[in-house]
């Protein structure tokens, strides 16, 4: 199943409390399973901050739809290594 996020540039996620956090617990991050959600979410968060660079992201979800986060050290690590073909 998939949720999606929302994530600044900086990468700070948002939190059910609409504040940006370093290192949440996915159990406050704020998340969607409707990609139209998250949008309104981000309309608003422009409509109040225009200098925010804040994109939406498509993460994985547990049984219990919670987004599955990985931190950004290990994806940068992933695309960093050269393919081998």
Same mark, same amino acid.
């Given at each position: 199943?998939?949720?999606? +996020?929302?994530?600044?540039?900086?990468?700070? !996620?948002? @939190?059910? @409390?609409?504040?940006?956090? *370093?290192?949440?617990?996915?159990? %406050?991050?704020? #998340?969607?399973?409707?990609?139209?959600? $998250?949008?309104?979410?981000?309309?608003?968060?422009? =409509?109040?901050?225009? *200098?925010?660079? !804040? %994109?939406?992201?498509?993460?994985?979800?547990?049984?219990?739809?919670?987004? +599955?986060?990985? &931190?950004?050290?290990?994806?940068? =690590? @992933? #695309? =960093?290594? &050269? @393919? $081998?073909?």
């Amino acid at each position: 199943m998939k949720v999606y +996020i929302l994530k600044t540039q900086n990468n700070l !996620v948002l @939190n059910k @409390n609409f504040e940006w956090c *370093s290192e949440p617990h996915r159990d %406050s991050v704020f #998340s969607s399973p409707h990609r139209d959600i $998250a949008l309104n979410q981000l309309i608003e968060i422009n =409509a109040k901050d225009i *200098s925010l660079r !804040v %994109s939406i992201v498509e993460c994985e979800a547990d049984s219990k739809s919670r987004p +599955i986060l990985i &931190p950004s050290e290990k994806i940068a =690590a @992933n #695309s =960093a290594q &050269p @393919n $081998a073909a």
